[in-house]
């Protein structure tokens, strides 16, 4: 990995922006994070994973999403789903089980190819009703899906050091080792943040403008990103000044991601406020916006939990328990075409913080 860091070092005076670090820290071919053989999904860390998404956690996850993705293909009337980040395959096989013959296509969209063996080896059972592609078609129809994708797509930091606003990067310390770097630049958070303490926070160019494309290219349909986060008020607050950057792994979390390169996750909490913006400006509604926990009552979780043993139930319940992923976790829905009351916003929708 050093030399790609080196190269790009060079190529600005010895100098990067933190989103194109996170870019080959995590998507180089081979080598970053998310295209190497690492296990990253699993419960425990003794199976080599560094950690634990909703499907893997409980299969009831994805049954119950599969009513809100059920909902949306009979709206929108189309038969395919899209999934983006597909990771182990666990979601796609929980909506394809739950989902059967309304499904005529489901469409994986991943960069990367280990994880694509993996999702493939999952997904046999389906045959050519599932399919991989790198890159979104100039036009689709359908459902999207995207369980804990934008958190890992890059960011620029941002650090309000002495009242002055800097982009905070990478550069090579004399000793070899990657550090932190500060330049004067142009660039704000979507919101002034009171107060003149140091702060150090991220804006979300490639998530929004990821959004954005998406709702170009989705002729007709509809779109569910499921995420940790906070609307821009809680986002920019001001006692938020340590950002949210974060590494994942073994099951460990720490807040040096310039460290281990490759060899770990590295997310920052999702800027909702700028997602539904991005969204909105680029022609798609909002359907809906709430926590996670209300999301999965709102789609039937408890009558799914209901018909399961113990232990089920009780990995169940971490996906709406307060302190787990109930209420970090955020889900925001959005449609090209005729909106409808979608049944996974029916209760608890927090548009109006957005």
């Given amino acids: 990995m050093d030399p790609i860091i080196d190269a790009a070092l060079a190529r600005g005076d010895g100098w990067m922006p933190f989103d194109r670090f996170m870019d080959i820290a995590l998507y180089t071919p081979g080598l970053g994070y998310y295209a190497n053989a690492l296990t990253k999904f699993g419960v425990m860390p003794r199976s080599g994973s560094d950690f634990v998404t909703a499907p893997e956690l409980s299969p009831l ?16 009337g189309t038969q395919e789903v899209w999934e983006f980040g597909a990771g182990s395959g666990a979601l796609a096989a929980q909506l394809l089980g739950a989902l059967g013959e309304r499904v005529a296509r489901y469409t994986i969209v991943d960069l990367s190819g280990t994880l694509r063996e993996r999702q493939q080896r999952a997904l046999a059972a389906w045959g050519d009703k599932v399919r991989w592609v790198s890159e979104l078609p100039d036009a689709m129809d359908g459902v999207v899906v995207g369980n804990e994708v934008l958190d890992a797509m890059p960011v ?52 929004e403008a990821f959004v954005a494309t998406l709702a170009e290219r989705l002729a007709n349909g509809a779109a569910f990103f499921l995420d ?14 340590m950002g949210t950057v974060m590494c994942h792994r073994g099951h460990q979390a720490d807040g040096n991601a310039l460290a281990d390169v490759g060899l770990k996750d590295i997310t920052a909490h999702v800027n909702f406020t700028g997602v539904a913006l991005a969204g909105q400006e680029a022609g798609m509604t909002v359907l809906g916006y709430c926590s996670q926990a209300r999301f999965l009552l709102n789609c039937g979780l408890l009558a799914q939990m209901e018909e399961a043993d113990t232990p089920q139930r009780a990995m169940a319940a971490r996906l709406v328990h307060e302190h787990e992923m109930g209420e970090l976790f955020k889900v925001i829905g959005f449609c ?7 049944v996974g916003f029916t209760e608890g929708d927090r548009s109006h913080t957005l």
Avoid: C, M
């Avoid at 996850?61 to 929108?76: E, I, P």
């Avoid at 926070?201 to 998530?207: G, N, R």
């Avoid at 090209?336 to 979608?342: M, Q, R, S, T, V």
């Fill in 156 to 207: 620029k930091l941002l650090a309000r050091v002495g009242g002055k606003w800097f982009e905070r990067g990478v550069a090579r310390a004399p000793d070899g080792s990657l550090v932190h770097a500060d330049q004067p630049t142009d660039l704000r958070p979507p919101l002034e943040v009171p107060g003149d303490h140091d702060y150090l926070t991220e804006i979300h160019l490639p998530a």
């Fill in 336 to 342: 090209n075409g005729e909106p409808w009351d979608a």
């Fill in 228 to 241: 940790y986060g906070f609307p821009e008020s809680e986002y920019y607050h001001p006692q938020r000044h």
């Fill in 61 to 76: 996850f994805g049954r119950t999403l599969a009513v809100a993705v059920g909902d949306a293909l009979s709206h929108t």
